[in-house]
């Protein structure tokens, strides 16, 4: 039966784990070493703006925003976007993805940064980033590199660092 409506609600502390083993089967033990994993280690995501996708009472999806810092401009790294294979192709990543943005613009958060398809992403108003314009401590496909901008943000320029502003809503 092909699932129509999502429950999306905050992601709790006693979701951790179910979430981890998403990510895990999704991404598998080499997602540490890839470098949006590697920007975000130790850096805790935003709870106001992590959520999950409930089919039933079965977590089936999460998304989580992280704060970073692109040069000197506040930021989010959006992912890992995550939807268990049993749920794939429903429409839960695009509910994910549409409560996750509405609520960093709904915060006054301006730039959104990920590491994703273009074809998947550009609906939500992600666009490439200029080659060179933003760099990543680490290797990244410049095609994959994709940015979207809010409340009157402007395209940042410098390198990514994990952990702005203590994780806390933007307050500009």
Same mark, same amino acid.
């Given at each position: 039966?092909?699932? $129509? $409506?999502?429950? #999306?609600?905050?992601?709790?502390?006693?979701?951790?784990?179910?979430?981890?083993? @998403?990510?895990?089967?999704? +991404?598998?033990?080499?997602?540490?070493?890839?470098?949006?994993?590697?920007?975000?280690?130790?850096?805790?995501?935003?709870?106001?703006?992590?959520?999950?996708?409930?089919?039933?009472?079965? %977590?089936?999806?999460?998304?989580?925003?992280?704060?970073?810092?692109?040069?000197? $401009?506040?930021?989010?790294?959006?992912?890992? @976007?995550? %939807?268990?294979?049993? +749920?794939?192709?429903?429409?839960?990543?695009?509910?994910?993805?549409?409560?996750?943005?509405?609520?960093?613009?709904?915060?006054?958060?301006?730039?959104?940064?990920?590491?994703?398809?273009?074809?998947?992403?550009?609906?939500?108003?992600?666009?490439? %980033?200029?080659?060179?314009? #933003?760099?990543?401590?680490?290797?990244?496909?410049?095609?994959?590199?994709?940015?979207?901008?809010?409340?009157?943000? %402007?395209?940042?320029?410098?390198?990514?660092?994990?952990?702005?502003?203590?994780?806390?809503?933007?307050?500009?």
């Amino acid at each position: 039966m092909k699932q $129509t $409506t999502w429950v #999306i609600r905050p992601e709790t502390a006693s979701d951790t784990a179910t979430i981890e083993d @998403l990510q895990a089967e999704a +991404f598998g033990p080499g997602r540490f070493a890839r470098t949006a994993f590697r920007i975000r280690e130790g850096v805790p995501h935003r709870p106001d703006l992590s959520f999950v996708g409930l089919a039933g009472s079965q %977590v089936a999806g999460s998304i989580r925003l992280s704060p970073i810092l692109i040069g000197e $401009t506040e930021a989010l790294l959006l992912g890992p @976007l995550t %939807v268990s294979p049993d +749920f794939k192709n429903m429409g839960l990543g695009k509910a994910l993805m549409r409560t996750a943005l509405a609520a960093a613009e709904a915060a006054g958060d301006k730039v959104v940064l990920l590491v994703g398809d273009a074809p998947y992403y550009s609906p939500f108003g992600f666009n490439q %980033v200029p080659f060179g314009r #933003i760099t990543l401590p680490g290797p990244v496909d410049p095609a994959r590199l994709l940015i979207a901008l809010f409340n009157d943000g %402007v395209m940042p320029e410098g390198m990514v660092h994990g952990g702005a502003s203590m994780a806390l809503p933007s307050q500009s």
